[in-house]
């Protein structure tokens, strides 16, 4: 079945570049997604990117995609505090469905 | 943000009791989903539908039942309150299958005494 996995928490320091991963099992995912989700908030799209890509740009974001191991990344470049969220990896499934991580929880220090 | 609005946003029930989220869209999308959000979990797919009438279960379907008779609205039921449904709901929606976004709604958090 469908399936993704991320780590939990990340730790960085303000200004530096911080870099969430993400694997999925489905291999007919069309689309991967990466929220955001700001305390007390519902989640909102920061970025995705469609299978057939290896990469794409927004940004300070950057999204990498490795369809081969299934591996998903985001990153983001000079974080700042207002960065501080928990970011959700997401896939659409083959079956219209969209399959969450349990989400990173990205904290920043000064 | 999207037209998506849920209601209640704030509920606590006692155990064994029915409970009904709603979920209300001014976009004409066609897919909706129902997530739940626990810690260390993520979202979990309760129900979607992929139209009036069409639903299927997702990942963590047992205890609740949901029923979409109109296009804007998609309802969620919890027949018998546990306290393991004690959680925060989303609900979602999706113009398309397969090459759009999902937009959220606020959530509802749902206590369960």
């Known amino acids: 079945g469908e399936d993704v996995e991320q780590s939990l928490f990340l730790s960085v320091r303000e200004g530096d570049s911080s870099v969430i991963n993400c694997t999925y099992t489905?291999?007919?995912?069309?689309?991967l997604y990466w929220y955001k989700q700001e305390p007390g908030a519902g989640l909102q799209l920061l970025t995705y990117?469609?299978?057939?890509?290896d990469m794409k740009q927004d940004q300070r974001l950057t999204v990498l995609l490795n369809k081969k191991d299934k591996h998903l990344s985001l990153r983001i470049a000079d974080t700042q505090t207002g960065d501080s969220a928990i970011y959700f990896c997401?896939?659409?499934?083959?079956?219209?469905?969209?399959?969450f991580g349990s989400g990173t929880r990205l904290s920043i220090r000064p | 943000d999207a037209g998506i609005t849920q209601s209640p946003r704030h509920k606590v029930t006692e155990t064994g009791t029915p409970v009904t989220l709603r979920c209300h869209q001014t976009?004409?999308?066609?897919?909706m989903y129902w997530y739940r959000q626990d810690p260390g979990h993520g979202l979990r797919l309760i129900h979607y539908?992929?139209?009036?009438?069409?639903?299927d279960k997702g990942e963590v379907s047992d205890g609740y039942s949901v029923s979409r008779s109109k296009t804007e609205d998609f309802l969620l039921t919890l027949e018998s309150a546990t306290s393991s449904q004690t959680s925060v709901y989303f609900c979602?929606?999706?113009?398309?299958?397969?090459?759009?976004?999902?937009?959220f709604g606020q959530g509802t958090r749902l206590t369960v005494v």
């Open positions: 979602a929606i999706s113009e398309s299958g397969g090459d759009t976004e999902a937009f």
């Open positions: 489905d291999s007919s995912s069309t689309y």
């Open positions: 990117i469609f299978s057939n890509m």
């Open positions: 997401a896939e659409r499934s083959s079956a219209s469905k969209i399959i």
């Open positions: 976009e004409n999308h066609r897919y």
């Open positions: 539908s992929y139209g009036v009438k069409d639903t």
